[in-house]
């Protein structure tokens, strides 16, 4: 009888033995590469020599907002006293808040999990489906292995190459940002404003890593989905289309159809969880981070229930 | 008879109201080359992926080595190798990345194996060339190394001859002989050719509209066929009188104006000097070859391709 271990290395073997994936990860790489250099690029043109008269500039205009303006609310009162409180620290300690450092590059590249996602999608709706198109898929399922457990290892190998994409995008800005800054910066803290009102430091890295935590979540979630429709889809191409297809136009119609009360229901309301941190908020006003928390749990459960019913039930004939 | 490597019971696949496979039981003895012979559609396809759990059985069991298929599937897999339809591999790999990826499905199968079966089937030239640009019967012969890497006691193949030319077909008979021989391997082959099912199988089980119609020993069916002497003559029972008392009785047969016997071809002469000597007249006495192929066409009704 297989063991689990030996399952996911054929699989590993099948994913990393195709020139497709290899260029997926050029691509990524390609891409950060290129938005690090656009970000330098950029503070580059922009030389920010008299960066203290500025910012005393943009705070005493602020301050005339917050006396004059009669319209602004509790939130944004509180949002432009926090952003003078930290300029006016900047000033006194002598930090350049644009000048670029390589957490800013770290940072950045978690906008670009969405093509990780997007990328590890294609694995997944390819996962099951190509055995299928290639006729393989006799051959993987007889042997001493059952169903449930040749499926556990195309999950578990499809979230090692998620994982994989993920390690090489901060790897890989973290390497950019170090090389175009240096890598003093490491040290640097992350200043804000707490609820008392008096500016303090917190680490970086733990910043950058809520930032993926939310994306991976997200990521998550669409693989797994692109991974019941591999299951239910016995063509690659098929599969690979409306997993992309999905998620693209999933969020938009979300989007145009929020004044639903029901449209709270869907995967898509959900799966942004970064809209109830502060500044943000849900897309309909009755949700709550744990409704959304539950929502994720529910639709996740299903997937795989549902991968797994169409995956080990099915007769696979023709 | 040896100890049955493979036992159908009543064995039924039903798809949408029709019965493709109609309570299929019989049992296939170890050591043998096994055929499945049936014109297309007939079912065979069907029953071996029954046999290989790729789809539910409506009704019955299939024990391989005496184990379910269905109740411990992976404990019966490690008995079988099978080839279902089209040998598909992954033709982004090399043959051989192929064959180790399918060797760590298993327990135990050293590189020593892997190489012994590649050069078993005549591979060792080109099995680290990519599977996209093998011919069909080098992925046959690397579909085979595929299901006998784990030395199962039973190697199913599905329609094995299709598309191979005639060599490619010579070449398949010698090495399923050299794996019954070598490693003790029953092989179960399909086809709906029994031209070709004739020199490779000691046995066939001969399937219509998803039945099992009949089970035959090739060999004895062979023997059969070849010593039937037909005597035509004037009196019939006298000849039949005369040639008793050289002949079982249990061998004779008489058909319309013919006497049939069952008989070596070297007693037409000696038969033919009794009816003379006894002055019946012999109007004719010849011996008849009925071919293989008429006695499976009378068992299909005609519709066997052959
Ligand atoms: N998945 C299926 N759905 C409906 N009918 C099928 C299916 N698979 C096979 N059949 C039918 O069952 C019959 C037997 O097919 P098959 O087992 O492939 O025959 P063989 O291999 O002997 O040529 C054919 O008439 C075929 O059309
Ligand atoms: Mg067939």
Redesign the interface.
Known sequence: ??SLS??I??EN??IY???RTWIMIAFLLLTVALLSGLMNWESYRNPSTDWEQGLIQVNSSMQQELQNNQELNGDQKKQLTEQIKLNEYYLEQGINPRELSLWDYVNNSSSLIILVTILTVIIAADMIAAEFS???I??L??????RTKIMVSKYIATMGFALLLLLLCFGSAFAAGGILEGFDGLSQPLLSVNADGIVQESSMIVDVLQKYGFAVISLIMYVTMAFMISSAFRSSSMAIAFSLLFMLVGNTVTMLLSSYSWVKYLLFANIDLTRYLEGSSPLRPEMTLSFSILMLAIYYLAFQFIAWLLFTKR???G | MTEAVLQLRNVTKKIGGRTIVDNLTFDIPAGEVFGFLGPNGAGKTTTIRMIVGLISMTKGEALIKGVSVRNYFELAMTHVGAIVENPEMYKFLTGYQNLALFARRHNGITKERINEVVTMLGLQNRIHEKVKRYSLGMRQRLGVAQAILHRPSLLILDEPTNGLDPAGIRELRDYLRKLTKEEGISVIVSSHLLSEMELMCDRVAIIQGGKLMDIRSLQETRDAAQTKIIIEVDDIPAAEQLLASVFDTARMNVIGDQLELTADKEAIPHITKLLVNAEIEVLGIHAVQKSLEDQFLEITGGEMIV
């Open positions: 009888m297989s030996k399952l290395r054929n073997m099948k033995r195709r020139p290639w006729g393989t006799k051959l399922l007889i042997g001493p292995a059952s007769d696979v004939a």
